[in-house]
Structure formats: structure tokens, C-alpha cells
């Protein structure tokens, strides 16, 4: 299980990720039993918040 927390922290890296493959590399988001089925909007959306 992936946490806000860990996704937070990659957004606010010194090197954050540009896309969700990106974010998939760095925090195995997505990639559990469901593949994001669950996650996925909530993952995006926080995605598209940390790109702002």
C-alpha cells in the first residue's frame, strides 16, 4: 500500500515526477492487486494538484 503521504513527498521531491508513469516508478502507485482501479482518480487528481 502506497500513502498520501509517500505521494506527497515524491510531488515535492527536487526531482518530482512529470507524469503518473513517473510517479508509478517512484512510489509503486497503481501497481498493487487492483492496478489503481480503487486509487486511480485520487492519484491523478493529486498528481495534477502537485503539478500546479
Known sequence: RVSRGEIRDALLSSI?????DGLRRRTRAQLGRCQGF????????MLAEGSR
Open 38 to 45: 480503487y486509487c486511480g482518480a485520487e492519484v491523478e487528481s
Open 16 to 20: 518530482p515526477p512529470r507524469d503518473l
